[in-house]
C-alpha cells in the first residue's frame, strides 16, 4: 500500500509499505479519506516534541473497516467509521471528571499512533478503549466524516462560550475552522450577527461566499478593533473567537470584546512567541470570559457526525479539493497557500 511518512521537518515522503497487522485489540481500517489542516502543514516544516519519526501522518479519518480484533466487540467488515484524533487515556483525574479534552496523558494519531495519510491504517486499542471509533451515519460521504474531526475540536470550544440567540460573533481567520464555527454559531446556537475577518482579501472572499457572515472585514486594511465597535455602536461583541495563530489577534479579541463577552483563544500561538499584551482592567471591569480550546473529546466527534447527518450544520461544500494519496504532498501546499477551503485526501 502507499502511505505518506514522515522523516524530518521538510522530509515527507510517499512510499510503500506492507498493509499493517493487527492485534486481537485493534481493527483495520480501509481509510476512505483523510482530510488536511493547517497543523498538518505545521507538522510537516516543524515536526512536533510528541512526534517520534518514521510516523505515518494524518488525523482526519474516515474509512471502512477490513479486520477486526478477536476480542473487539461491536464492529463488523464494512462497516463505515470515523475515528477521533486525539486520544483521552480514560483513567486520569481531568478524564474521571468528564473533561476528556484536557486528558493529562492524551495521544494523538498521525503523532504516537501511523495516521489516516495511508490505503490502510490500524485503530488502536487506546481509541477503542474510549468508544473513539465512531460509526458514521447513513447519507454522510466518508468525506464529510473525515471533517468530523476539526468540527469536533469547534463543538467543545463553543460549549464553553455559551452563545445565545442574538448574539454578535467575531470570527478571526476565514480557513476551515472559521467557516466551521462561523456555521454552527449560527446553526447550532442561534447567533445573531457573525463578523468573519482575516487578512487574506482571497481567502476571506472564498470563504465568504460559502457561510455567508452578514459582515467580512478585511484586517489588512481596516482597523478591526474600531470596526466593530463602530458597527455595535461602541458596545463590542459578545463572542469573539480567535481562529487563527496571531498574537495580535488575541489582543484585538479583549479589546473589542463587550461586558460580560466571551473570548475563545482557539488557535494556539507559536512556541517561539507564545505571550500577549492584556490590558487586566479590560478583563476586570468589562467582566470578560477568556477560554482556551483544546481540541476534542470523543463525544464532541459523534455530536459532529449528527449535526452533519442531520444538516444542521452542513460541511459537503467546504471540502473544496478532492485529491489521491498520490498527490498529498500537493495537500499540504494548497492548505498552505490558503487556496481552498477544505482539502481531504482519498487513499
Known amino acids: 500500500m502507499k502511505v505518506l511518512r514522515f522523516y524530518a521537518p521538510g522530509d515527507v515522503r510517499i512510499e510503500d509499505a506492507p498493509i499493517p497487522e493487527i492485534t486481537d485489540d485493534e481493527v483495520l481500517l480501509r481509510v476512505r479519506n483523510c482530510s488536511t489542516c493547517g497543523t498538518d502543514v505545521k507538522l510537516f516544516h516543524n515536526g512536533h516534541q510528541n512526534l517520534t519519526p518514521p510516523r505515518v501522518l494524518g488525523?482526519?479519518?474516515?474509512?471502512?473497516?477490513?479486520?477486526?480484533g478477536a476480542n473487539v466487540a461491536g464492529w463488523s467488515v464494512g462497516d463505515r467509521a470515523q475515528v477521533i484524533a486525539a486520544i483521552p487515556c480514560g483513567e486520569c483525574h481531568e478524564c474521571r471528571k468528564g473533561w476528556m479534552a484536557v486528558c493529562a496523558n492524551q495521544t494523538s494519531m498521525g503523532y504516537q499512533y501511523d495516521g489516516g495519510f495511508a490505503e490502510y491504517m490500524v485503530v488502536p486499542h487506546a481509541v477503542l478503549k474510549v468508544d473513539g471509533l465512531n460509526r458514521i451515519p447513513e447519507g454522510v460521504g466518508f468525506d464529510e466524516a473525515s471533517a468530523a474531526e476539526?468540527?469536533?475540536?469547534?463543538?467543545n470550544a463553543q460549549q464553553l462560550l455559551g452563545i445565545e440567540a442574538g448574539d454578535t460573533v467575531v470570527i478571526f481567520g476565514a480557513g476551515p475552522i472559521g467557516c466551521i464555527h462561523t456555521r454552527i454559531a449560527r446553526g447550532v446556537h442561534g447567533a445573531g450577527r457573525i463578523i468573519l475577518v482575516d487578512v487574506n482579501a482571497e481567502r476571506l472572499e472564498m470563504s465568504a461566499a460559502a457561510v455567508q457572515p452578514e459582515v467580512t472585514i478585511n484586517a489588512a486594511t481596516t482597523d478591526v478593533v474600531a470596526e466593530v465597535m463602530r458597527l455595535t455602536d461602541g458596545r463590542g461583541a459578545d463572542v469573539v473567537i480567535t481562529a487563527t495563530a496571531a498574537n495580535v489577534t488575541?489582543?484585538?479579541?479583549?479589546?473589542?470584546?463587550?461586558r460580560n463577552g466571551r473570548i475563545s483563544f482557539f488557535g494556539g500561538l507559536p512556541k517561539t512567541?507564545?505571550?500577549?499584551?492584556?490590558?487586566?482592567?479590560?478583563v476586570h471591569y468589562r467582566q470578560l470570559h477568556i477560554h482556551g480550546a483544546n481540541g476534542s473529546a470523543p463525544e464532541h466527534n459523534r455530536q459532529a457526525l449528527e449535526y452533519i447527518a442531520s444538516g444542521v450544520v452542513p460541511v459537503k461544500d467546504l471540502i473544496t479539493?478532492?485529491?489521491?494519496?498520490?498527490?498529498?504532498?500537493?495537500?499540504?501546499?494548497i492548505v498552505a497557500a490558503g487556496k481552498a477551503i477544505k482539502v481531504t485526501v482519498e487513499p
Open 321 to 333: 479539493v478532492h485529491l489521491p494519496l498520490e498527490r498529498a504532498l500537493e495537500a499540504f501546499e
Open 59 to 68: 488525523h482526519e479519518v474516515a474509512g471502512e473497516v477490513a479486520e477486526v
Open 150 to 155: 476539526p468540527f469536533a475540536c469547534a463543538i
Open 250 to 258: 488575541q489582543e484585538q479579541a479583549i479589546a473589542m470584546a463587550a
Open 273 to 282: 512567541n507564545p505571550t500577549i499584551s492584556c490590558d487586566s482592567n479590560l
